[in-house]
């Protein structure tokens, strides 16, 4: 039996507070004694943090990543009933946007290999009323923006990047390089507390290179005010408080090095499970090539580790046995969005229902111990071996 580590979860927040609690305290603080709690300074600090860090013009920030979904295709303007083409192996904000705003959202499948949205397919499902790409970055890895970008631009399409789980990778392709959200027409991210750069509860942003669209996203997040109380387009009320600002801007310097934990315990679970992998028993996510030329920036910032069961019958069995180990996992995601009551459509998506019957998500952040991971390889080589 291996000694079992005091307490495992899949995230850590407290852990990660208390580790830069004299930064964030005073953060937080200096807020509580000037008192700008709506739209204060450290929100227009926070945006432009943003802008430098991940080198694009403008950050509009807002209430919560599915409000910079919501934010992003309002700006865009597309008429009802217009196609989005979207991924069906994702967390469902995005079908659920489309649809709020009378769009209709069409399923493409994912790649086996790296569950990202496939362009091949992506290329197969546009029609004269397509409007839109929006891809998801899931689990911390960028897609394959190259292609589809290139199908974009020759089809006159708009790409909507949902960066949620990815803040902080970087693609580096033949023809586009540039962090992840920041490539396409607008891309978005959130700020849910476990999330790669989280703050104390909702939080969301949009980025764009555009100076009109970012002016339109602006309007629009504060009830389509150009000015005070005069109210020129239709909006909402999406700000990110100041107090969450300050936190976030204290984690953002840490972003980089919260990203490289996330990527070395990536590395570790994929030495660790290395012969369950040659044996036939599991397939790894693809990890982080070596880093050529100097270059430090990563192409997966890890959200999850997200594992695949060669034989999915045995996943229940395998997630049982982790849990009575007291080693937490997650099912990211259990059910595609087109076979959800909400969003149905009968379409035949073999791949992602394949995935969904067969991944499961380990325990991964930054303030996970070495010992804590080598005791969650251990329990699974155990479970394989027995
Ligand atoms: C978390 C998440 C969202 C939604 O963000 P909220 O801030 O919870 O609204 C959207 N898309 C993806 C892929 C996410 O992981």
């Known amino acids: 039996m291996n000694s079992q580590p005091h307490s495992i979860s899949m995230v850590n927040l407290v852990r990660q507070y208390q580790r830069y609690q004299t930064e964030i305290d005073a953060a937080m603080g200096s807020v509580l004694e000037v008192g700008d709690f709506i739209q204060g300074n450290a929100v227009k600090e926070l945006e432009?943090?943003?802008?430098?860090?991940?080198?694009?013009?403008?950050?509009?920030?807002?209430?919560?990543?599915?409000?910079?979904?919501?934010?992003?295709?309002?700006?865009?303007?597309l008429p009802q009933g217009c196609e989005v083409i979207i991924p069906s192996f994702a967390y469902a904000a995005l079908a659920e946007v489309?649809?709020?705003?009378?769009?209709?959202?069409?399923?493409?499948?994912?790649d086996p290999h790296t569950y990202l949205i496939d362009p091949d397919d992506i290329a197969r499902k546009i029609t004269e009323k397509t409007k839109a790409i929006?891809?998801?970055?899931?689990?911390g890895l960028v897609c394959n923006m190259d292609a589809i970008l290139e199908i974009a631009q020759n089809r006159g399409l708009y790409v909507v990047e949902d960066a949620a789980q990815a803040i902080g990778a970087f693609y580096r392709g033949e023809k586009f390089q540039g962090f992840a959200g920041t490539l396409g027409t607008v891309g978005t991210t959130s700020f849910f507390p476990s999330k790669n750069l989280g703050c104390y509860g909702d939080g969301g942003a949009v980025f764009?290179?555009?100076?009109?669209?970012?002016?339109?996203?602006r309007q629009l997040a504060n009830h389509g005010q150009s000015s005070k109380y005069i109210h020129d387009i239709v909006g909402v009320n999406s700000r990110l408080d100041t107090l969450q600002a300050a936190v976030l801007r204290v984690k953002l310097k840490h972003l980089e090095a919260f990203n490289r934990a996330r990527a070395g315990i990536a590395d570790r679970y994929c030495a660790g499970l290395k012969e369950l992998?040659?044996?036939?028993?599991l397939v790894l996510p693809q990890s982080n090539p070596k880093m050529e030329n100097g270059s430090t920036k990563l192409s997966h910032v890890f959200h999850q580790f997200t594992l695949?069961?060669?034989?999915?019958?045995?996943?229940?069995?395998?997630?049982q046995f982790l849990a009575q180990a007291a080693v937490p996992t997650m099912v990211?995601?259990?059910?595609?969005?087109h076979r959800q009551k909400a969003y149905f459509q009968s379409v035949g998506l073999t791949i992602t229902e394949n995935l969904c019957?067969?991944?499961?998500?380990?325990?991964?952040?930054?303030?996970?111990s070495v010992e804590e991971q080598d005791y969650i390889i251990a329990t699974i080589v155990d479970f394989f071996k027995k």
């Open 134 to 139: 929006a891809p998801v970055h899931l689990f």
């Open 277 to 281: 992998v040659d044996e036939g028993n």
């Open 48 to 77: 432009s943090d943003l802008c430098q860090h991940l080198s694009v013009k403008h950050t509009i920030t807002c209430g919560n990543g599915t409000d910079a979904l919501q934010l992003a295709f309002m700006a865009l303007d």
């Open 332 to 337: 990211y995601y259990p059910l595609p969005l």
């Open 208 to 217: 764009c290179s555009s100076d009109s669209l970012a002016l339109i996203i």
């Open 98 to 110: 489309v649809l709020l705003l009378g769009f209709v959202p069409v399923f493409a499948e994912v």
């Open 357 to 368: 019957n067969s991944v499961l998500s380990l325990p991964i952040c930054p303030e996970l």
């Open 308 to 319: 695949r069961l060669t034989v999915h019958e045995k996943r229940e069995a395998f997630r």
